[in-house]
């Protein structure tokens, strides 16, 4: 299993961006780039399970350490 590393502000930041994104999708229904808005599916995910692939690959770690 991927080992957590996004906590804190960073993972209320990224579910708050992404289920707007999300929103954005359903209430302009009409834009011509709306499947854009899907992007907001990313920092959802990452942010409900807490892990996030390009931190790990940069070595960045939100997460409080657990000692």
């Given amino acids: 299993m991927l080992a957590r590393n996004v906590g804190g502000i960073d993972r209320i930041l ?5 289920l707007a994104l ?6 302009n229904s009409d834009a011509s780039l709306r499947w854009l808005y899907l992007i907001g ?3 959802l995910a990452t ?3 807490q892990t996030c692939p390009l931190y790990t690959l940069i070595g960045l770690n ?3 350490a657990k000692k």
């Fill in 41 to 43: 599916l990313v920092p």
């Fill in 62 to 64: 939100t997460c409080p």
């Fill in 22 to 27: 999300l929103a954005g999708f359903f209430l």
């Fill in 47 to 49: 942010g409900l399970m």
């Fill in 14 to 18: 990224r579910i708050v961006v992404g």
